[in-house]
């Protein structure tokens, strides 16, 4: 599993450097600047998805994954390094999030608690996203999945937007509570169980 993790970081050596230039740009202008943390701690999340999804494309473009059967390599350690990867990106995204909040505390009044739990919704909410777009990216592939990729980015924005023009009042600080408290459980639940259905579905794709 370490290798096939080596590999993906190797081969995305630099977009990865891509990706930290584009954070550190968008941290200090929406962040240390505009004490906006809600919207940096979401952008970074989303980033993270598009290295599990650019290590894929990879892959599917030289053929990785029928050479890789060749070896003594599971289709359950394929599909579980691309998990691997989302995980570690997701987790060095909220990291970025909080190292720079607490950057952010010193020069506005904002607190880091509220950071904290901004940071841990953003990442819960891109593993719920991550496994339903995984299982579809195993199944049918990138250049097939692409509608959906499309959808999970948009169909949050447009839910977001469609809410907020409803005028419908502000819900219960108890239940944000709740939905805070259940939503890792929830987000945890749903990448273990995509995992389960990535492995099936992979061995549909290549038996």
Request: hydrophobic letters at 55%.
């Amino acid at each position: 599993m370490s290798a096939l993790l080596y590999k993906d970081l190797r081969n995305l050596r630099r977009y990865i450097v891509q990706l930290l230039a584009i954070c550190l740009a968008f941290g200090l202008i929406f962040g240390i600047s505009n004490g906006n943390f809600y919207f940096v701690s979401g952008y970074a999340e989303m980033l993270s998805l598009m290295l599990v999804l650019n290590s894929m494309a990879y892959d599917e473009q030289c053929g990785w994954y029928r050479c890789a059967l060749t070896m003594p390599i599971s289709r359950k350690m394929l599909v579980g390094g691309k998990y691997l990867l989302g995980l570690i990106s997701v987790v060095g995204g909220m990291i970025y999030a909080l190292l720079l909040s607490a950057v952010g505390t010193i020069f506005f009044s904002t607190s880091f608690l509220e950071a904290l739990c901004a940071s841990g919704a953003s990442s819960c909410v891109a593993l719920i996203l991550m496994s339903v777009l995984l299982p579809a990216l195993f199944r049918y592939g990138t250049e097939k999945a692409r509608l959906l990729m499309v959808l999970i980015f948009l169909l949050p924005v447009l839910l977001v937007l469609l809410l907020s023009r409803l005028g419908l009042p502000a819900p219960d600080p108890s239940l944000l509570i709740a939905l805070l408290i259940a939503l890792p459980f929830v987000s945890v639940a749903m990448y273990l169980l995509s995992f389960l259905l990535s492995v099936r579905w992979f061995q549909i794709k290549l038996p």
